[in-house]
């Protein structure tokens, strides 16, 4: 579990700047969401915390990351790190579909190259499944591929397979957008129980979701034409029943976006 310290971060696709000078602290074992309409910048910022940002031909970014106090955009850092500690549960569930849901929940840690015994691996299939609220009904198939799986089950899943290879910040994009309401909720239990242990940014449009789920809110807001930026950040309480700017209030109580 770690501090993820965004910095003074400007983002572009070629020459279009999409981001201006967004800083936010996202506190260790807090959950904190990124509120704002279509097209102000939540999911660019989202993906710049993990280096994904990079990986779009012809974007680019200024500001610093720091994670406990560390750039992860020092030269001396690997980018496989970065992505190792801090992980991304994505709006569509992603799965291999198939591949065993077993093979699923370890596949992050094949990628990295990580050697152990078949023992050690079931414990840690048992218990990565169990943290996202899997186990206990997939426990008797984990040979069966992941594709099986209902939509909210995949997204669990992606959270397991996420948690393998223990990172200390969890980035969400909209990980209930494709998903029905009972499965809607039961990620949001997953997310309060996963927080005791990872930190968690998490990208929403639903305001009751992030009224349930948050810790601190920030509100992004790209105004005709300008790049995306932060207008307010705090509490969620506070940005929901006080807050200090009237565009904020607007768009948490549905008048616009
Ligand atoms: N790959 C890309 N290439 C060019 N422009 C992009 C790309 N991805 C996003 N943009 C532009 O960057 C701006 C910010 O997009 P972003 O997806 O970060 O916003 P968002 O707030 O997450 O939106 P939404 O809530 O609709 O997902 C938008 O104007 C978008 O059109």
């Known amino acids: 579990m770690a501090a993820l310290d965004a910095r003074g971060i400007s983002a572009w696709f070629g020459e279009r700047k999409v981001l201006d000078r967004v800083s936010l602290t996202m506190r260790a074992g807090q959950v904190t969401a990124l509120i704002g309409p279509s097209g ?50 994505f709006q569509k569930p992603n799965p291999f579909p198939a591949m065993s849901i077993y093979d699923n929940v370890i596949s992050g840690l094949r990628l990295t190259g990580v050697k152990a015994s078949r023992r050690d691996l079931d ?37 397991a397979r996420s948690l393998a290879v223990r990172p200390r910040v969890l980035l ?10 009972t499965s809607t909720r039961r990620i949001e239990e997953t997310i309060g129980e996963l927080v005791a242990e990872v930190t968690i940014v998490i990208v929403t449009h639903n305001m009751q979701q992030a009224a349930r789920v948050s810790d601190e809110c920030a509100f992004f807001l790209a105004s005709q034409g300008t790049p995306g930026a932060i207008v307010e950040y705090g509490p969620t309480s506070a940005m929901f029943d006080n807050p200090q700017d009237s565009r904020t209030y607007d768009y948490v109580h549905g008048r616009f976006g």
């Not at 996202?132 to 959270?159: F, M, N």
Request: charged letters at 30%; aromatic letters at 4%.
């Open 172 to 181: 969400m994009d909209e990980p209930c957008s494709a998903l029905d309401p």
């Open 40 to 89: 102000c910048g939540k999911s660019t910022f989202l993906r710049i915390l993990n280096r994904m940002h990079e990986l779009v031909s012809g974007a680019s970014l200024a500001g610093e990351v720091l994670l406990d106090g560390q750039d992860i955009y020092d030269s001396s850092r690997r980018v496989t790190d970065a992505r190792r500690q801090i992980g991304m549960v």
């Open 123 to 159: 414990d840690l299939v048992e218990e990565c499944l169990a943290k996202a609220g899997l186990w206990k009904e997939v426990r008797d198939r984990l040979r069966q591929p992941g594709g099986a799986l209902s939509g909210g089950q995949q997204q669990r899943l992606c959270i």
